[in-house]
């Protein structure tokens, strides 16, 4: 029974995963309304919880000066370009409950590669982990910060450096570009 019950609850995971990818932002809103009311029914604070996803944007172009590589940001999609011409992605982007101005990317797939990013094995790269942390300083002010994709079987990061950093620095500032 109770290997039955695992298998069911491994079986529930998987489909919700497919679902918070497709559909995060109301899969989340859902999530905080029970946990407000469960915060309410056990008499916790609920300032932990932040509901205010529109009122921030992320949402454009971003780009660094004299680099072509690009960052857009549609809705809860973003198009990377990690080196201009050899590896484009497209991430899905969430927000942090715990700083409304921060967001996280994550995986979903390439979408153009070139000689050099189709050497790299795709299929290892998690798309749990996070690849960028986002924090928006103001309006057309953006903190880029790149954390690598992460290799599901080394369990590190193995690409540490993407066209808008360097080996020596992994964040930089990006603009919003009108």
């Not at 604070?45 to 172009?61: A, H, P, T, V, W």
């Not at 050899?86 to 996280?104: G, P």
């Not at 992460?150 to 993407?162: G, T």
């Amino acid at each position: 029974m109770a290997n039955l019950i695992y298998i069911w609850k491994m079986d529930l995971w998987k489909f919700l995963n497919k679902v918070i990818m497709k559909q995060f932002k109301s899969i989340l809103i859902l999530w905080l309304i029970v946990a407000s009311c469960n915060a309410q029914s056990h008499g916790l604070n609920q300032s932990n919880y932040n509901f205010e996803f529109d009122s921030i944007n992320f949402e454009g172009d971003w780009v660094m000066n004299e680099t072509p590589e690009t960052l857009y940001i549609e809705q809860d999609t973003a198009y990377l370009s990690v080196i201009d011409g050899q590896i484009h992605i497209k991430a899905l982007i969430y927000y942090s409950l715990k700083s409304k101005n921060k967001a996280f990317l994550k995986l979903i797939e390439p979408t153009l590669l070139g000689l050099g990013g189709a050497r790299l094995k795709w299929e290892n790269f998690s798309l749990e982990k996070n690849l960028v942390e986002l924090t928006l300083l103001s309006n057309d002010s953006l903190r880029f910060e790149w954390l690598g994709f992460c290799d599901k079987e080394l369990k590190q990061s193995v690409f540490p450096v993407c066209g808008f950093t360097s080996d020596k620095q992994n964040w930089c500032y990006l603009t919003r570009d009108n």
